[in-house]
């Protein structure tokens, strides 16, 4: 993921406010291309991985009132990778399945 800016505390704290329009809009126009690029690189079509960016943007959504910033545990960028690789899994299995069937 390294292909994207450093992630600012700060942004990450205004995506903590689900009505701060302007983080998530500045979030989305960042990692949305991240997201997209490690959806492509692991197989997935253009379009399953818009949808995929979709998912993992909904998923920080949840999720982001429990990330603290804290040097000693992963960076931000880190665990978004994690959550687009988990978010990847039902896809592969699905695509495997297909392809064996």
Known sequence: MSASP???PSLLLRLKDRADDEAW????????????RIACRKGLQPAD????AQQ????VARTI?????DPARARFRTWL??????AIIPHAAMSETFLNS
Do not use: H, K, M
């Open 81 to 86: 990778g994690r959550v687009a690789t988990n």
């Open 25 to 36: 809009f500045e979030f989305t126009e960042i990692y949305r291309p991240v997201v997209f």
């Open 6 to 8: 450093e992630t600012r």
């Open 65 to 69: 009132d429990r990330w603290q910033v």
């Open 49 to 52: 991985a818009d949808d995929l």
């Open 56 to 59: 993992v943007r909904s998923a």
